[in-house]
Each structure stands twice: as C-alpha cells, then as structure tokens.
C-alpha cells in the first residue's frame, strides 16, 4: 500500500476509536455506544521482515475473492468486497472502513457493551478492540473480473 493508504486506514480507524472511546458513535439500540476506558491509539505494522502481517494481508485480497478469507494467525480481519473497478483505491479503503464502523449505527451493540458472534457487528468490533495496537490493510482493484477488495488484519 502507498503511503497515502496507510495515512487514510491508521487516520480513519483512529477516529472512529476515538469516537467510542468518548462516547460520540452512534448506536442503534442505545443512541450512543457506551464509552472505552482503555482505548488505544492504532499505528500501523512495521514493514519489515520480521512482521509479515502487511505481507499477508495483500495476499488475502489478490485475486479478489469474493468470500471473506481467514484472519492470519492470532489476529482478527475485516473484510470488503465490491462488484466494482472503477473507482480509486482510497475511495475502496474509505468505503470499506466507514461501511465497518457503521455496524454499530445500524445494528448496535446495547447498553452492555457484550459482543456475540453472531450480533452482525464483528467488523466494528475488530475496529474497536481495546487491545488492538496495529493494523495492516490492502486494497486490489481485479480489472478482468471487475471486482475490488479490501482487507484490514487487527493484532488481536
């Protein structure tokens, strides 16, 4: 990812937490989801050889899968898949990332804070997690198919 991708996903991740951690997100169930404690700043993976979680992020996306593939191990991931092409990568990461917050504002969480698995929020909840500290996310535009995808990898 360019500089400008990583400046966008560490920059909108960082305001939604921000959101939560201060109680402005929106929550469908409550009107405003209850506030985090501990909330930590995200920064994004170290590109180096001894962290390969950016690495394995770009190859959950290559090819465009249309199905949502396995978080690497010991992390969490959030995926986002169109059946479009035509449109830039950082407007792809934007929509993917604002689509992910959102859960909350369209199906919410409640006044206990409680996550279910099944509770169709687990990409806000992988957003928010109070002990994510790094994220590495990767956006492909598939042309010949006309599909696009992005994928953020959470280290918790």
């Given at each position: 990812m360019t500089a400008d991708l990583h400046t966008i996903a560490v920059r909108m991740h960082n305001y939604y937490r921000r959101l939560v951690a201060t109680g402005w997100a929106k929550d469908k169930k409550i009107g405003y989801a209850p506030t985090a404690k501990n909330m930590l700043e995200l920064k994004y993976v170290d590109c180096t050889p001894a962290d390969t979680l950016a690495a394995e992020t770009k190859t959950k996306v290559t090819g465009?899968?249309?199905?949502?593939?396995?978080?690497?191990?010991?992390?969490?991931?959030?995926?986002?898949?169109?059946?479009?092409?035509?449109?830039?990568?950082?407007?792809?990461?934007?929509?993917?990332?604002?689509?992910?917050?959102n859960q909350v504002a369209e199906i919410g969480v409640g006044k206990d804070n409680i996550f279910d698995p099944n509770g169709g929020v687990t990409n806000y909840a992988n957003m928010v997690h109070d002990q994510v500290t790094k994220i590495a996310c990767a956006v492909e535009v598939c042309t010949r198919s006309g599909n696009s995808a992005v994928a953020c990898q959470y280290n918790a």
């Open positions: 465009c899968p249309s199905t949502a593939p396995q978080a690497s191990t010991g992390h969490s991931l959030n995926y986002y898949y169109v059946n479009r092409y035509d449109i830039p990568r950082e407007q792809l990461l934007h929509e993917a990332i604002t689509k992910w917050a």
